[in-house]
């Protein structure tokens, strides 16, 4: 069955730095998801790549799917304390109808 | 746009006993999804809804979970006889189709 790793698992990062989060699939991806979540509340859409080598902003955070899709990278530029909470990627299963979703990145900014 | 609708958003029940949750999408949305999430993990998809009809529940375990949707609008989640692990939070999430989700806030179930 189809995996979604997250890296780093937790972060923690002083407010205006930039930081990366990672999501790598054990098989391709057909529609890769990021999502945002603050303790306590549902997941709050972010983006959506399909293309390999697709790259989506939003604000200050870029998202992007590697050429061979089955990895892909959310980027924050100048990080507030608005950007804190828990990062999580999703996809749509290989072959399947089955929607996965990656363990988490929890974000910390420190103001 | 309303967006998707969940209650309670916090039960407490003991184990062995029964627990419901009701869920209404935002409307037009064929799909449904019900997801678990256990602290420090992701969610978990339980049970997808095309309509009214069911697209995928091979995680759902259908020895004490059980869900419906009928007249493919909202939706009920049900845990009969609830366990120590089922504590979690269980999200609804619907969708046009497939693609992006809009999730509710979800529901704190702890079991005692």
């Known amino acids: 069955s189809q995996e979604l790793e997250q890296s780093p698992q937790s972060l923690i990062v002083q407010e205006g730095k930039n930081l990366t989060i990672n999501c790598t699939s054990s098989?391709?991806?057909?529609?890769l998801y990021w999502y945002k979540q603050k303790y306590g509340e549902g997941l709050i859409f972010l983006m959506m790549?399909?293309?390999?080598?697709e790259e989506k902003s939003h604000e200050k955070i870029t998202a992007k799917l590697d050429e061979k899709k089955q990895q892909s990278s959310l980027h924050i530029t100048a990080s507030q304390p608005s950007h804190a909470g828990i990062y999580l990627c999703g996809a749509d299963a290989s072959g399947t109808y089955k929607y996965i979703f990656g363990t988490g990145t929890r974000l910390k900014v420190l103001a | 746009e309303a967006g998707v609708a969940q209650s309670p958003r916090y039960k407490i029940i003991e184990k062995r006993q029964s627990v419901a949750f009701w869920c209404n999408p935002i409307s037009g949305h064929a799909t449904l999804y019900w997801y678990q999430q256990i602290l420090g993990q992701g969610p978990k998809l339980l049970i997808q809804f095309q309509n009214n009809g069911v697209v995928d529940d091979s995680q759902l375990p259908k020895d004490r979970f059980s869900a419906e949707r009928l007249k493919g609008v909202d939706s009920t989640l049900k845990i009969q006889p609830a366990k120590l692990e089922d504590s979690a939070v269980y999200l609804c999430?619907?969708?046009?189709?497939?693609?992006?989700?809009?999730f509710g806030p979800g529901t704190r179930l702890t079991v005692t």
């Open positions: 790549l399909q293309k390999g080598g």
């Open positions: 999430a619907s969708s046009l189709n497939r693609g992006e989700q809009y």
């Open positions: 098989k391709t991806l057909y529609g």
